[in-house]
């Protein structure tokens, strides 16, 4: 029997699930730059929180997430699928920062 008010919970019906942010990357990687908009849904908010963490500054740290996302594409064919997606990210992060931010 169909059961409207929870729909998850009949068999018939088959939730969708987003793709692992592995397979979204692999797609930017082969040129499908519209997924680069969901890596960017799911990655920008830690980014900016990693950011602001390193540098205090708010304003700098939306920069340096845009960085981030235009560094992505421009290094897409880097991109390797034998780790995890959140490490390669944060490499670009902290080369980022430490550019942006040199020790003094």
Same mark, same amino acid.
């Given at each position: 029997?169909?059961?409207?008010? *929870? &729909?998850?919970?009949? &068999?018939?019906? =088959?939730?969708?699930?987003?793709?692992?942010?592995?397979?979204?990357?692999?797609?930017?990687?082969?040129? @499908?730059?519209?997924?680069?908009? $969901? /890596?960017?849904?799911?990655?920008?908010? &830690?980014?900016?929180?990693?950011?602001? *963490?390193?540098?205090? $500054?708010?304003?700098? !740290? @939306?920069?340096?997430? =845009?960085?981030?996302?235009?560094?992505? /594409?421009?290094?897409?064919?880097?991109?390797?699928? @034998?780790?995890?997606? !959140?490490?390669?990210?944060?490499?670009?992060? *902290? =080369?980022?920062? *430490?550019? !942006?931010?040199?020790? @003094?």
């Amino acid at each position: 029997m169909f059961n409207r008010a *929870r &729909p998850w919970l009949n &068999p018939s019906c =088959q939730l969708w699930t987003p793709p692992p942010t592995n397979e979204l990357m692999i797609a930017v990687r082969a040129g @499908e730059i519209d997924k680069l908009g $969901d /890596l960017f849904e799911r990655h920008h908010r &830690p980014l900016y929180g990693f950011f602001v *963490r390193h540098t205090g $500054d708010r304003t700098a !740290s @939306e920069d340096l997430v =845009q960085l981030v996302f235009y560094r992505i /594409l421009k290094y897409r064919h880097t991109y390797r699928d @034998e780790g995890r997606f !959140s490490a390669w990210i944060y490499h670009l992060a *902290r =080369q980022g920062r *430490r550019r !942006s931010f040199p020790a @003094e």
